[in-house]
Structure formats: structure tokens, C-alpha cells
């Protein structure tokens, strides 16, 4: 019964040795699949990898054209600026003139009409006083009364 247990533990680890060998054979069949494909597609990484250098430098290159591009673009626009702040400046500069000028004519004008006020009131300043002197000689030589004068004066205050 010993014989007939070892004869089968032997028959079953022989089938398992079997199997691993199959096993063994269909991976190392995979393998020697995958190393001819790899060796066929050694030449297609080969190309990616030039293909990948290649785009690198184009990008490259175009990077430093699109910088040139934004120099030069910036460089003008630099040289406009101040072209076209000095043409602003100059039209302020004359708007500025124009209105300083403007003002300069209403000073003028404000200055006329003050001295033109100023010559009324000394002229009605006087005759204020003149028409004073007067009533007080007519009060003096009795062509008037004090209440007439008080009177013409109430008068000439309302209106």
C-alpha cells in the first residue's frame, strides 16, 4: 500500500513537472514572440525617438520665432508710444493754451467791469453826498422841511 501511495504521489508530481514544463515552454514561446517584435519595433522606437528630437527642435525653433516675433512687436509698439504720447501732449499742450487764453480775455473782461463798478459807486458815492449837501441847503434856505427830507428819503429807500 506504501508501493501504491508513492506510486501515486510520483505519477501526480510527475504530471504536476509536466505541466510546469508546458508552461514553462509556452512563456519561453511568448518571450521569443516578444524579443522579435521588440527587435521589429526597435526600429520604430528608433524613429519615435528621432521623431520626438525632431519635434523638440521644431518646437524650439518656433519658440524663438514666436519670441523675435514678440520682441519686434513690442519694440514697435515701444516706439509708437511715445511718438503718440507726444502728439497727445502737443494737442493738450494747445487745448491748454486755448483755454488759458480764453480765461486770460475773462480776466480782462472781469477786471473792466470791475473798475466800471467801481467808477458807479464813487460816482453814486457822490452824488449821494452831493444830493445830501443839497437837501441841507434847501432845509437851510426853508425851501424844505426836515420831515420833507425824511420823508424823500423813506421813499428813495423802497425802491
Given at each position: ?5 508513492l ?17 514553462f515552454?509556452?512563456?519561453?514561446s ?49 516706439d ?10 502737443e494737442?493738450?499742450?494747445?487745448e ?16 473792466k ?15 449821494t453826498?452831493?444830493?445830501e449837501?443839497?437837501?441841507m ?11 420833507e ?11
Amino acid at each position: 500500500m506504501k508501493e501504491g501511495y508513492l506510486q501515486l504521489k510520483i505519477s501526480e508530481l510527475n504530471d504536476k513537472c509536466n505541466k510546469i514544463d508546458q508552461m514553462f515552454s509556452l512563456e519561453k514561446s511568448k518571450i521569443e514572440l516578444l524579443e522579435e517584435r521588440v527587435g521589429g519595433l526597435k526600429e520604430l522606437i528608433k524613429k519615435l525617438k528621432d521623431l520626438d528630437n525632431f519635434k523638440e527642435n521644431i518646437l524650439k525653433e518656433v519658440k524663438n520665432e514666436n519670441q523675435n516675433i514678440i520682441n519686434q512687436e513690442i519694440k514697435n509698439i515701444s516706439d509708437k508710444i511715445p511718438k503718440s504720447a507726444g502728439e497727445i501732449i502737443e494737442n493738450k499742450t494747445k487745448e491748454i493754451d486755448i483755454f488759458l487764453g480764453k480765461m486770460k480775455k475773462y480776466e480782462e473782461e472781469l477786471i473792466k467791469q470791475e473798475k466800471l463798478i467801481n467808477n458807479m459807486n464813487e460816482k453814486i458815492d457822490y452824488l449821494t453826498k452831493h444830493n445830501e449837501y443839497l437837501m441841507m441847503k434847501l432845509v437851510n434856505k426853508t425851501v424844505l422841511s426836515d420831515r420833507e427830507v425824511n420823508e424823500l428819503d423813506r421813499r428813495s429807500a423802497k425802491k
